[in-house]
């Protein structure tokens, strides 16, 4: 199963939000990892979704400050974004807590997926804007 | 006090469930008091701004020039002076109001004593402005406030001379009292401005706009008072001539006539004890201080959402103080935290799911943590036992149902410290079939932002949003007042049999819905609406303008005249001066040498008023200044019938044991309403006019 790697295109220049990248994608791995154990121990994994969830959450708090900060133009599709991935995993939380079934590779391949995609497209084009503000 | 503050309460609620039925929740003027009062302060500062253009200062010229701009153009200045006297006597009415009704809701102790305090000077100049106002035009109304206003200020021992003397009659009157009291008249509310300003400065968020359709109901209602009954001039001031009766405006001069009635000393001390005691009553009885939020630094990162979201701007950003790599954090301030625990409710890490660290959020209640909220709802019985799980607002009414044994209730210190995610969790995980949230009056949360933006995250406008999946139709809301259990209790039962008639949850599904579910409640038909707001439109003009002019009081009897005696004389020195010698001279500086040595110090002087051998008047006046060496003054008026009359008048201003200075005596012939003014004069004695 195939994690995230941190990459120096990550960067953003703004410590505090790369320390939480970094933080978010090792929380990643490391459900990842829980899942991949056999048998994959079902609380373990709901702690970890928990925990990411809290911190995403919080992570995407930070984020939005620093866009209404600088009047980021795409903050409301940027933030869109952002609900889309809470509303996922609260999904996956759901399923999980209720016996719904597992799936591990749909699980990674969305997560991943997800970050990946928001890393290249949102934040890449944030991060641009952070780096040209004055 | 608390009996006090409880009928008040009750008064207040019965009053806003009636003009909740009128206006709506959002619009009832009621839960508008504040900003109310901001959006008339801008009333009456542009239409005087307006009026002050094409007034004209002068013991003539101010009637004249205020009759010309009422008459002549009463198409723009009449009503500009409507409005101007309309909206100063309705901001009255709602400073008071919002005043009382604060104290009813008990807003005003502990940590929010600052709003209170600061309130009280705002109503001060208030009154400054209103008094200051009526002065200026110079009609009989003016010429009352002038004269009793000046006795008023008179009693106090800081004048050298009474002021009530630049009042004695026409002859004496000058014009630089108008040009005094245009300056005091700007300065005012300008200082009521400051006031005000300051007044809301510990609020985060403060409502300062009345919704725009109050305001144009308002406005039209003012044009309408303004063009029905016209604020007018009362006939010109003559202090030769008295006026018998004088319409008052009983918003700012209610109590005039205690002044006349009970005496300026009196009236002093009735103001000086009610000041006292609205100023001690956030602190009786003292409020508890419940413990103040705390930030957790290792799950705060300083995204500033409790900083946005509480209502007392009690948090502040600060730096960062543990060496992580974030900006900032969030700091609390402990004296103007209210323990509402808004900022928990608004915090992205206070969720209730099961997580690999232990649950803490950034930002906490000590008394009613996170991980403790979810505990207890963890133990409200297996799923899916519950029907309904309620959190209720402490301020609002107890929660009482039917259906008790299937409904969990937890109290809250404010509905909007709910974090959403727990809504979320309940209805996903099944701890119950749907989440009743039971606060304040709708409009009226006692922790001032509570309720607004509690509908704001469920409807996902403000974060943090309550998730899109969570069907709306399993969240209920219920708003009443501390004496209103019936709302909850009606709503709670009407949303356990929704929520009873649902099909089961479905999961994953992404619901659009925003709407949560809605009690049935009777409305009034829109016609009867409009008709009961115009109503109660037409119910408040018809008061400001009936209580702007009315009921008159009397002044004078049909056969009554006033004797007015007066002086400010310095008496004679107690020492006589000596002439000092060159010796004596030399020993002074160049500046300092006087021919002569005055010791400080003047008699007093001693005064009698005799009318048909009946004395009406005998004093002693001290000079004034610390040293004794100043005036010797006074002021009095006497109610006397009219008619012939012997009138003696004596003074003495030495050290003689006995007799008279001066003295005159002379036969008047008072006519009804006159003013005989009796006042001493060193080079002329007594002269009567």
Not at chain 1, 107 to 123: K, P
Request: charged share 20%.
């Amino acid at each position: 199963m195939t994690g995230i790697e941190w990459r120096p295109e990550f960067s953003t220049g703004l410590a505090e939000v790369d320390h939480e990248h970094r933080g978010l994608i090792d929380l990643i791995n490391a459900a990842l990892a829980s899942c991949a154990e056999v048998p994959a121990a079902r609380r373990e994994i709901e702690a970890a979704l928990g925990e990411i969830y809290a911190r995403t959450t919080a992570h995407f708090a930070l984020e939005e400050r620093l866009m209404e900060r600088l009047e980021y133009d795409q903050r409301k599709e940027h933030k869109h974004d952002h609900e889309r991935l809470l509303e996922d995993i609260r999904d996956i939380m759901d399923g999980l807590g209720h016996g719904a079934g597992f799936n591990q590779e749909l699980f990674s391949a969305r997560l991943v997926r997800w970050f990946s995609e928001h890393f290249r497209t949102h934040d890449a084009r944030f991060h641009l804007r952070v780096a040209m503000s004055p | 006090m608390n009996w006090a503050r409880r009928a008040v309460r009750t008064v207040f609620e019965a009053l806003e469930s009636v003009l909740d039925s009128v206006f709506g929740p959002e619009l009832n003027p009621l839960c508008q008091l504040g900003a109310l009062g901001w959006f008339l302060f801008w009333i009456v500062a542009a239409s005087g701004i307006y009026l002050y253009i094409f007034f004209d200062t002068g013991v003539v010229q101010a009637y004249q020039s205020t009759e010309a701009i009422t008459h002549e153009q009463w198409w723009a200045g009449g009503i500009m002076r409507s409005f101007h006297r309309y909206a100063s006597d309705a901001l009255v009415l709602v400073a008071l109001t919002h005043l009382l009704r604060e104290f009813g809701l008990d807003r005003m102790r502990g940590k929010r004593w600052f709003a209170w305090l600061t309130g009280l000077p705002s109503i001060l100049f208030l009154y400054m402005c209103g008094i200051t106002g009526y002065w200026m035009v110079w009609d009989r109304l003016a010429q009352y406030v002038a004269q009793t206003t000046s006795q008023w200020l008179d009693a106090l021992p800081i004048f050298a001379e009474p002021i009530a003397r630049n009042f004695l009659d026409n002859a004496s009157l000058g014009g630089r009292f108008f040009t005094l009291m245009a300056y005091l008249h700007i300065a005012a509310p300008l200082l009521m401005l400051l006031v005000m300003w300051i007044h809301i400065q510990r609020y985060n968020h403060a409502r300062v706009n009345p919704p725009p359709r109050l305001q144009y109901a308002i406005l039209g209602g003012f044009t309408a008072l303004s063009l029905a009954v016209p604020a007018v001039s009362q006939p010109p001031a003559d202090l030769d001539q008295l006026a018998t009766h004088v319409g008052l405006d009983w918003f700012y001069l209610a109590p005039y006539p205690l002044i006349d009635r009970l005496g300026a000393g009196s009236v002093w001390m009735i103001v000086a004890l009610a000041l006292l005691l609205l100023t001690l009553l956030p602190w009786l009885p003292r409020q508890r201080p419940a413990p103040v939020a705390v930030v957790n630094l290792d799950n705060c990162n300083g995204c500033a959402r409790c900083f946005d979201d509480c209502p007392f701007s009690a948090i502040t950003m600060g730096p960062r103080t543990d060496g992580s790599p974030y900006n900032q954090q969030a700091v609390v301030e402990a004296d103007l935290c209210v323990s509402c625990g808004i900022c928990v409710g608004s915090c992205p890490t206070a969720t209730p799911f099961r997580r690999a660290t232990a649950l803490v959020s950034g930002i906490e209640l000590p008394q009613l943590t996170v991980a403790r909220l979810r505990d207890e709802l963890a133990c409200h019985g297996e799923r899916g036992a519950l029907r309904a799980i309620a959190f209720r607002c402490t301020h609002s009414a107890p929660l009482r149902a039917a259906v008790a044994d299937r409904v969990a209730v937890f109290d809250l210190p404010c509905i909007a410290m709910l974090p959403p995610p727990f809504i979320d969790h309940i209805v996903y995980d099944q701890l119950a079939a749907g989440v009743l949230l039971a606060g304040c009056r709708q409009g009226d949360c006692y922790n001032r932002l509570g309720i607004r933006w509690t509908r704001l995250r469920i409807a996902g406008a403000r974060d943090p949003y309550l998730r899109e999946r969570v069907p709306r139709e399993r969240v209920a809301y219920s708003w009443a007042g501390a004496r209103s259990p019936a709302v909850h209790a009606s709503t709670l039962q009407q949303f356990c049999d929704s929520l009873a008639a649902l099909p089961p949850l479905r999961r994953g599904t992404v619901v659009t819905k925003r709407e949560v579910w809605q009690a049935r409640a009777k409305r009034m038909a829109w016609p009867l609406r409009y008709a009961m707001q115009a109503l109660v439109l037409l119910l408040v003009a018809g008061l400001i303008a009936a209580l702007s002019t009315a009921p008159s009081i009397q002044l004078l009897g049909p056969q009554e005249s006033v004797i007015t005696l007066s002086f400010s004389h310095a008496a004679k020195r107690r020492h006589e001066c000596r002439p000092l010698t060159d010796a004596e001279r030399a020993l002074k500086q160049p500046n300092m040498q006087h021919p002569t040595d005055c010791p400080r110090g003047r008699w007093p002087v001693y005064a009698e008023l005799e009318l048909d051998d009946r004395l009406v008047y005998s004093g002693l006046r001290q000079p004034a200044g610390l040293w004794k060496d100043g005036v010797s003054s006074m002021y009095r008026r006497f109610r006397v019938p009219a008619g012939v009359r012997r009138l003696q008048a004596r003074l003495r201003d030495t050290g003689r044991p006995a007799g008279f200075d001066y003295q005159t005596a002379r036969t008047v012939d008072l006519r009804p309403a006159q003013n005989l003014v009796v006042e001493f004069d060193p080079q002329q004695g007594f002269e009567i006019r």
